[in-house]
């Protein structure tokens, strides 16, 4: 289990990551969801003990990452963002010394690399120096590293991106295997649909903050299965509202001079009955879009804004 | 222990796959030191040696005597006479073929015995300085020794410059007995000066003086703390190499301890560090036959230098903020050290102020004790004392390097 409790990490002036809380249970993936810099990198940082929390605590097994670091990090497997391997070694020679630091010995040793390099499909260019070795082979090799040791708990920080289409299915298919033998998995992305495919359990991070958390069904629920119609073209921020008002069954979500944000039942439905009334304003209207009940629009009614914004 | 170890097999396949850099570290001060031996001449080889020809024109005792003693051992074996005919010698000047030619002229002899004006003749070798300069010295000194000769027994001298008397064909047996018994008491009156000498010679050995080191011996340190250096700064620079391909990160979420890892480092230095000095001092100590008996220590005291010194390197780069920094910095800390510290130009070859300071510096210390210890001239105490003083300072060092990647990763 890896139990994050009212997590706080402050640079200077910038908070990072502000009130941060969760519990992620053994054998379940559990996604942090956000654009980038909303948090979720310091977070996964702070729990592997990358970064020293600023206040909170951080438990992993039931081991405090600041007080018992090296027990809780001895079962804990790191994928991290970035590819990290040595590009002059193979395949076999990474993993034989990511597995001895985390403490695997003589044959277990090397029966544990033999097998991680067939689950990451990696047997034939076990001898080649990684740096020969294509894109999607460096990320899969970079999985295996923070799994060789079999941990109990995982961390994955936005492992597929950049990554072929062919090795994210793989690469996915991997965490799942890891969950389904009993481990604890957080997994951040920003991908939404990689989110909703993968995680049972999702928090939604913007701005340093958890603005959301629950099963994908509870996340939908907040929406309400309504749509997100976004209108662009000018408008009169002050004006609006009542507008939708008059309308009705439209929830406004978000308002700019220039964007509005709504929420609704069968948006498309709806359609000409605001380009109408904001018509009828004097607003002009560029363009419209709808986006279907998702985590994408979760985001969007949440926070205002596009996740990739 | 094992991730220790483990760390340290991890960096040698590393460095076994890019042996370009060990190359590099060890080549250039190889081919620097034998620039500098170059331009300071060499290899030491034979005493230079003034080849000079002798015309005598006067073919008596004492211009024979003149040719004998400036060839003689006591003038320092720098003279080498050869006898020529005075044409032919200067022919042979003129082929360049010798470093001075001296002509004596016909009744030398007497002239000098009479304590009259004479010519001896010096022809120089125009294209050469040094050696004419020694053979007129040489000269000078005989003018010199002549004129003290003059002042004690020159009136016999004289007597025998005009030769026998009248009808005779030798000299009477009482004038020679004469002449002897006047020497003999000419020489016990200088006894008191001369047995023991009235001027009492002190002679003081000056320390350096004494350690007077051929070229070649010095070259040795020179190379050998100049790789060092050139690996030290290398070796720090592997930090850089380790956070580009972001295994430090990963070091740090596992559960081993910062310092364990660079205990690691320090290791796989030292491995390479000692093949390297191994080879260099296995080189040395045969080209210069040096008592092999100091070699282990000789090595094991590189070998921690070595390790010590890139340990300073990787604390230094530890606290830049990119590799470009860390490596102009590295560089521009390196070099003055090499150039202070003797390993670009000997101690012995510096301005005593300029030595003093480099031997304060770290590797000029370093080096000092290295030479003291290859020579056998360091005592069991201070050598402790030495070696306590680096493993100190490299625990210090490997501290605060530990120290300060944590925080670099915190940051990043």
Same mark, same amino acid.
């Given at each position: 289990?890896?139990?994050?409790?009212?997590?706080?990490?402050?640079?200077?002036?910038?908070?990072?990551?502000?009130?941060?809380?969760?519990?992620?249970?053994?054998? %379940?993936?559990?996604?942090?969801?956000?654009?980038?810099?909303?948090?979720?990198?310091?977070?996964?940082?702070?729990?592997?003990?990358?970064?020293?929390?600023?206040? $909170?605590?951080?438990?992993?097994?039931?081991?405090?990452?600041?007080?018992?670091?090296?027990?809780?990090?001895?079962?804990?497997?790191?994928?991290?963002?970035?590819?990290?391997?040595?590009?002059?070694?193979?395949?076999?020679?990474?993993?034989?010394?990511?597995?001895?630091?985390?403490?695997?010995? $003589?044959? %277990?040793?090397?029966?544990?690399?033999?097998?991680?390099?067939?689950?990451?499909?990696?047997?034939?260019?076990?001898?080649?120096?990684?740096?020969?070795?294509?894109? $999607?082979?460096?990320?899969?090799?970079?999985?295996?590293?923070?799994?060789?040791?079999?941990?109990?708990?995982?961390?994955?920080?936005?492992?597929?991106?950049?990554?072929?289409?062919?090795?994210?299915?793989?690469?996915?298919?991997?965490?799942?295997?890891?969950?389904?033998?009993?481990?604890?998995?957080?997994?951040?992305?920003?991908?939404?649909? %990689?989110? %909703?495919?993968?995680?049972?359990?999702?928090?939604?991070?913007?701005?340093?903050?958890?603005?959301?958390?629950?099963?994908?069904?509870?996340?939908?629920?907040?929406? $309400?299965? +309504?749509?997100?119609?976004?209108?662009?073209?000018?408008?009169?921020?002050?004006?609006?509202?009542?507008?939708?008002? +008059?309308?009705?069954?439209?929830?406004?979500?978000?308002?700019?001079?220039?964007?509005?944000?709504?929420?609704?039942?069968?948006?498309?439905?709806?359609?000409?009955?605001?380009?109408?009334?904001?018509?009828?304003?004097?607003?002009?209207?560029?363009?419209?879009?709808?986006?279907?009940?998702?985590?994408?629009?979760?985001?969007?009614?949440?926070?205002?804004?596009?996740?990739?914004? | /222990?094992?991730?220790?170890?483990?760390?340290?097999? #991890?960096?040698?396949?590393?460095? &076994?796959?890019?042996?370009?850099?060990?190359?590099? &570290?060890?080549?250039?001060?190889?081919?620097?030191?034998?620039?500098?031996? !170059?331009?300071?001449?060499?290899?030491?080889?034979?005493?230079?040696?003034? @080849?000079?020809?002798?015309?005598?024109?006067?073919?008596?005792?004492?211009?024979?005597?003149?040719?004998?003693?400036?060839?003689?051992?006591?003038?320092?074996? =720098?003279?080498?006479?050869?006898?020529?005919?005075?044409?032919?010698?200067?022919?042979? /000047?003129?082929?360049?073929?010798?470093?001075?030619?001296?002509?004596?002229?016909?009744?030398?002899?007497?002239?000098? !015995?009479?304590?009259?004006?004479? #010519?001896?003749?010096?022809?120089?070798?125009?294209?050469?300085?040094?050696?004419?300069?020694?053979?007129?010295?040489?000269?000078?000194?005989?003018?010199?020794?002549?004129?003290?000769? @003059?002042?004690?027994?020159?009136?016999?001298?004289?007597?025998?410059?005009?030769?026998?008397?009248?009808?005779?064909?030798? =000299?009477?047996?009482?004038?020679?007995?004469?002449?002897?018994?006047?020497?003999?008491?000419?020489?016990?009156?200088?006894?008191?000066?001369?047995?023991?000498?009235?001027?009492?010679?002190?002679?003081?050995?000056?320390?350096?003086?004494?350690?007077?080191?051929?070229?070649?011996?010095?070259?040795?340190?020179?190379?050998?703390?100049?790789?060092?250096?050139?690996?030290?700064?290398?070796?720090?620079?592997?930090? &850089?190499?380790?956070?580009?391909?972001?295994?430090?990160?990963?070091?740090?979420?596992?559960?081993? @301890?910062?310092?364990?890892?660079?205990?690691?480092?320090?290791?796989?230095?030292?491995?390479?560090? =000692?093949?390297?000095?191994?080879?260099?001092?296995?080189?040395?100590?045969?080209?210069?036959?040096?008592?092999?008996?100091?070699?282990?220590?000789?090595?094991? &005291?590189?070998?921690?230098?070595?390790?010590?010194?890139?340990?300073?390197?990787?604390?230094?780069?530890? =606290?830049?903020?990119?590799?470009?920094?860390?490596?102009?910095?590295?560089?521009?800390?390196?070099?003055?050290?090499? /150039?202070?510290?003797?390993?670009?130009?000997?101690?012995?070859? /510096?301005?005593?102020?300029?030595?003093?300071?480099?031997?304060?510096?770290?590797?000029?210390?370093?080096?000092?004790?290295?030479?003291?210890?290859?020579? @056998?001239?360091?005592?069991?105490?201070?050598?402790?004392?030495?070696?306590?003083?680096?493993?100190?300072?490299?625990?210090?060092?490997?501290?605060?390097?530990?120290?300060?990647?944590?925080?670099?990763?915190?940051?990043?």
């Amino acid at each position: 289990m890896i139990d994050v409790q009212r997590l706080r990490k402050q640079y200077g002036d910038l908070v990072a990551v502000d009130d941060v809380s969760f519990t992620a249970q053994p054998g %379940e993936i559990f996604g942090l969801l956000g654009p980038n810099g909303a948090g979720k990198s310091t977070t996964i940082g702070c729990i592997s003990g990358l970064l020293r929390p600023g206040a $909170g605590r951080i438990r992993i097994l039931g081991h405090d990452v600041v007080s018992d670091g090296p027990e809780s990090r001895r079962q804990l497997g790191v994928v991290p963002q970035e590819i990290a391997l040595y590009e002059d070694l193979s395949p076999r020679e990474n993993l034989l010394y990511w597995g001895a630091a985390y403490g695997l010995r $003589g044959s %277990e040793l090397n029966e544990r690399v033999a097998e991680v390099l067939a689950v990451a499909g990696l047997v034939d260019r076990a001898k080649d120096p990684v740096k020969k070795l294509s894109g $999607g082979l460096k990320r899969r090799l970079n999985f295996a590293c923070g799994i060789v040791h079999r941990p109990k708990a995982l961390l994955l920080d936005e492992p597929t991106v950049g990554v072929d289409p062919q090795t994210r299915v793989r690469l996915l298919e991997l965490v799942r295997e890891q969950a389904k033998n009993g481990a604890t998995v957080v997994y951040t992305t920003h991908y939404m649909e %990689e989110a %909703e495919k993968l995680c049972d359990r999702l928090a939604i991070i913007d701005r340093a903050r958890i603005i959301a958390e629950g099963t994908l069904l509870e996340l939908r629920a907040l929406l $309400g299965e +309504r749509d997100i119609l976004r209108v662009t073209g000018r408008f009169d921020s002050r004006k609006v509202p009542e507008v939708i008002a +008059r309308l009705g069954g439209m929830e406004l979500v978000h308002c700019t001079d220039e964007t509005i944000m709504l929420a609704a039942s069968e948006a498309s439905k709806k359609l000409s009955d605001v380009f109408r009334d904001l018509s009828l304003e004097g607003f002009e209207v560029r363009e419209t879009t709808i986006t279907q009940p998702s985590l994408e629009s979760l985001f969007i009614k949440l926070t205002g804004k596009e996740l990739r914004e | /222990m094992r991730f220790i170890w483990s760390t340290a097999v #991890k960096d040698w396949r590393r460095r &076994w796959r890019n042996p370009l850099e060990i190359f590099m &570290w060890t080549g250039i001060p190889i081919l620097v030191g034998l620039l500098i031996a !170059l331009a300071f001449g060499g290899r030491s080889g034979p005493r230079p040696q003034a @080849h000079v020809f002798v015309a005598d024109n006067d073919q008596s005792f004492l211009s024979r005597l003149l040719v004998g003693a400036l060839s003689q051992e006591a003038a320092g074996g =720098f003279i080498r006479a050869e006898a020529v005919a005075e044409d032919e010698g200067r022919a042979l /000047m003129d082929k360049n073929k010798a470093s001075g030619l001296i002509v004596i002229p016909d009744g030398f002899s007497k002239a000098v !015995l009479r304590e009259q004006p004479t #010519k001896l003749e010096l022809v120089k070798n125009p294209s050469q300085t040094i050696l004419p300069g020694i053979v007129e010295e040489g000269l000078s000194i005989l003018v010199d020794g002549t004129f003290y000769v @003059h002042r004690l027994v020159g009136k016999d001298l004289r007597k025998f410059a005009d030769g026998p008397p009248q009808g005779a064909n030798t =000299f009477p047996d009482e004038s020679i007995a004469a002449f002897s018994t006047r020497i003999n008491q000419t020489m016990t009156r200088l006894s008191g000066y001369l047995s023991p000498l009235a001027i009492k010679l002190e002679t003081s050995v000056d320390e350096k003086e004494s350690d007077t080191l051929s070229f070649e011996f010095l070259l040795l340190p020179m190379i050998l703390f100049m790789t060092l250096l050139f690996m030290a700064q290398g070796m720090g620079d592997d930090f &850089w190499e380790e956070r580009n391909q972001n295994t430090l990160r990963r070091v740090r979420s596992s559960p081993q @301890h910062v310092l364990t890892f660079l205990a690691g480092k320090v290791l796989s230095n030292a491995g390479i560090i =000692f093949v390297v000095s191994l080879v260099a001092l296995s080189a040395g100590y045969g080209f210069l036959r040096l008592n092999p008996a100091t070699m282990p220590l000789a090595l094991l &005291w590189a070998t921690l230098s070595g390790v010590s010194l890139a340990a300073g390197m990787t604390s230094i780069q530890l =606290f830049t903020a990119s590799q470009r920094a860390g490596n102009i910095l590295t560089l521009a800390i390196t070099f003055p050290l090499m /150039m202070l510290g003797g390993s670009f130009f000997p101690f012995e070859t /510096m301005p005593e102020w300029m030595a003093a300071i480099g031997t304060r510096t770290p590797n000029g210390w370093a080096l000092q004790r290295f030479k003291d210890i290859v020579l @056998h001239r360091a005592d069991t105490g201070s050598l402790v004392l030495s070696f306590v003083v680096l493993l100190l300072a490299l625990a210090v060092l490997l501290y605060l390097s530990a120290h300060r990647l944590k925080r670099s990763l915190a940051r990043s």
